[in-house]
């Protein structure tokens, strides 16, 4: 069975379908030549801003996704930082969003199996930004979000991704 679905968005709005993963890992690119996984290359380009064409034109080799023992991790592959916010990597009752900056060629543990079984998420959190999911992974191209930038919220990236884990 499938371990994970993909959202691609453009600010507010999705873009095409669900991408349902089944192999332990994904890649999720903009343009790769002899490639399999996620192209979002092949997404429509039409009406869209000069903003999310120029942060499109950036996400290249995009990243590797990969469920491991230990959790899921993100490497990535592209020449530009992506960002991550997760549940945890988020501290414990932390009223402030953590937004992870990953450079070209390094990888992060964007999602932690043990981690996530003990935390404790209550209804009282408040998220500004849309809907909570204790068991998703919000990665942007290019671009940051957060209480350190101009976009406090991910709606606000041209091109970001929503990783939505099977329980």
Not at 19 to 46: A, K, M, R, W
Not at 121 to 139: C, F, K, M, Q
């Amino acid at each position: 069975s499938h371990w994970c679905n993909v959202a691609y968005w453009e600010h507010r709005t999705r873009v095409g379908r669900l991408y349902t993963v089944y192999e332990q890992s994904v890649s999720i690119f903009y343009d790769l030549p002899q490639g399999n996984g996620f192209c979002l290359g092949q997404l429509n380009l039409e009406n869209r801003s000069e903003t999310v064409r120029r942060t499109r034109s950036k996400i290249g080799y995009g990243i590797l996704l990969s469920k491991e023992p230990d959790g899921v991790w993100a490497y990535n592959r592209s020449e530009h930082p992506i960002f991550v916010n997760s549940p945890t990597l988020d501290i414990p009752n932390c009223r402030t969003l953590i937004v992870r900056k990953v450079m070209p060629g390094y990888s992060i543990k964007v999602f932690d199996y043990e981690k996530s079984c003990l935390l404790q998420h209550t209804a009282e959190l408040d998220y500004t930004d849309g809907p909570y999911d204790p068991n998703s992974v919000r990665i942007s191209f290019a671009k940051g979000w957060g209480p350190c930038y101009s976009r406090q919220f991910i709606t606000s990236c041209p091109c970001w991704l929503e990783i939505l884990l099977s329980n």
